[in-house]
């Protein structure tokens, strides 16, 4: 897949494509299935398949102090988009100026004098154009003037009529419902961070955890004890993870903290990312180490049982 920076990094010559656009934060499985018929579209009409989507998020930059909880940091969105066989992704900053396109020429100079779009693929409430005042309804429109057709992504409903939707995943993680998460992403939220170093102690309790320092807006799961992945270069850890302020030992902080099983060695400085596949039961103040330690080694029980069976 080529990664441009901007439209004007498409290169030279680029014929046309089948365009999607969006922010596409999680790449959830409404994403998921809108790039994979924009891949298809374009395979079918032998051009290539365009994801543009924006950096940073556009709320951001509308509205000051507005931006929303990330699912997905940029590398992982692009990887993820990749594996969906899409041929290029299109970063377009945004920035205030850019904001300020009106609609048609936020579609002459992305999707047709850059892009060469034969066929834009969009979601119902698609929305672009300075204070968002483009439809579709006058994407159409303007595709009849500039020779692009207009198709509707497929539209993939949750359990319970929930449309997916990344303010809908983003409430699950906030809930800590990241069963619910990953049942609308296709697979488990993911948080990345670097290791750093906490107060010493979980290796005194008999369990050291690796406390991770995420991203300013990364959506970390409620406070809790939760089943997951720790996801170290190419191997997948077990991990019995505690998000809280340690209540116990009457801490401020808030953190995340993951105690791999079956693992010795240094995490520190290391990046790592953390899958959250069940979520285990609240945090709590203890009386003490011993009954703490004796409802650790009962969570790190039932990891070890929900990872192997699932
Ligand atoms: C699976 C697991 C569950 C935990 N549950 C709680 C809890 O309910 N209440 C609490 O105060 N701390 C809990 N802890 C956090 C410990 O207090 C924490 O790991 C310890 O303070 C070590 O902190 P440190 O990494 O800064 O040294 C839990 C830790 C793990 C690994
Ligand atoms: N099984 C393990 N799970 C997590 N971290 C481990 C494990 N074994 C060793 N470590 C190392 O120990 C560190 C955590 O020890 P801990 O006493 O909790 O210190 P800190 O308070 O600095 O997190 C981790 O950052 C990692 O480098």
């Given at each position: 897949?080529?990664?441009?920076?901007?439209?004007?990094?498409?290169?030279?010559?680029?014929?046309?494509?089948?365009?999607?656009?969006?922010?596409?934060?999680?790449?959830?499985?409404?994403?998921?299935?809108?790039?994979?018929?924009?891949?298809?579209?374009?395979?079918?009409l032998?051009?290539?398949?365009?994801?543009?989507?924006?950096?940073?998020?556009?709320?951001?930059?509308?509205?000051?102090?507005?931006?929303?909880?990330?699912?997905?940091?940029?590398?992982?969105?692009?990887d993820?988009?990749?594996?969906?066989?899409?041929?290029?992704?299109?970063?377009?900053?945004?920035?205030?100026?850019?904001?300020?396109r009106?609609?048609?020429?936020?579609?002459?100079?992305?999707?047709?004098?850059?892009?060469?779009?034969?066929?834009?693929?969009?979601?119902?409430?698609?929305?672009?154009?300075?204070?968002?005042?483009?439809?579709?309804?006058?994407?159409?429109?303007?595709?009849?003037?500039?020779?692009?057709?207009?198709?509707?992504?497929?539209?993939?409903?949750?359990?319970?009529?929930?449309?997916?939707?990344?303010?809908?995943?983003?409430?699950?993680?906030?809930?800590?419902?990241?069963?619910?998460?990953?049942?609308?992403?296709?697979?488990?939220?993911?948080?990345?961070?670097?290791?750093?170093?906490?107060?010493?102690?979980?290796?005194?309790?008999?369990?050291?955890?690796?406390?991770?320092?995420?991203?300013?807006?990364?959506?970390?799961?409620a406070?809790?004890?939760?089943?997951?992945?720790?996801?170290?270069?190419?191997?997948?850890?077990?991990?019995?993870?505690?998000?809280?302020?340690?209540p116990?030992?009457?801490?401020?902080?808030?953190?995340?903290?993951?105690?791999?099983?079956?693992?010795?060695?240094?995490?520190?400085?290391?990046?790592?990312?953390?899958?959250?596949v069940?979520?285990?039961?609240?945090?709590?103040?203890?009386?003490?180490?011993?009954?703490?330690?004796?409802?650790?080694?009962?969570?790190?029980?039932?990891?070890?049982?929900?990872?192997?069976?699932?």
């Amino acid at each position: 897949m080529q990664r441009w920076r901007g439209y004007d990094a498409v290169p030279g010559g680029w014929g046309r494509s089948v365009v999607t656009i969006g922010v596409f934060d999680g790449v959830h499985r409404g994403h998921q299935a809108t790039i994979g018929d924009t891949v298809k579209r374009a395979r079918d009409l032998g051009v290539r398949s365009v994801v543009v989507t924006f950096d940073p998020h556009p709320s951001e930059v509308v509205r000051p102090g507005s931006h929303p909880a990330v699912l997905t940091e940029a590398a992982r969105k692009a990887d993820l988009i990749e594996a969906l066989g899409t041929d290029a992704l299109c970063v377009v900053p945004f920035t205030k100026d850019f904001s300020r396109r009106s609609p048609e020429e936020f579609v002459h100079e992305v999707l047709v004098e850059h892009l060469h779009a034969a066929q834009v693929v969009v979601g119902e409430n698609f929305r672009f154009g300075h204070r968002a005042a483009g439809d579709v309804a006058l994407l159409r429109r303007l595709g009849r003037t500039f020779g692009f057709a207009v198709e509707d992504a497929p539209l993939i409903s949750a359990e319970e009529g929930t449309v997916f939707s990344s303010t809908y995943i983003r409430a699950c993680v906030d809930a800590g419902d990241v069963a619910a998460a990953a049942r609308a992403l296709g697979r488990p939220h993911r948080l990345e961070g670097v290791v750093v170093r906490g107060d010493q102690r979980g290796r005194e309790l008999g369990f050291p955890t690796a406390n991770l320092l995420s991203g300013r807006y990364a959506a970390i799961p409620a406070d809790g004890v939760y089943a997951g992945w720790l996801v170290r270069r190419d191997e997948r850890l077990m991990a019995a993870v505690s998000i809280g302020t340690n209540p116990t030992f009457s801490g401020s902080e808030r953190r995340v903290e993951a105690y791999a099983l079956d693992f010795t060695g240094d995490l520190y400085g290391e990046r790592l990312s953390l899958d959250f596949v069940a979520r285990l039961r609240e945090t709590r103040a203890y009386q003490g180490i011993e009954p703490l330690v004796a409802q650790i080694t009962e969570d790190v029980d039932q990891t070890r049982g929900l990872l192997r069976a699932g």
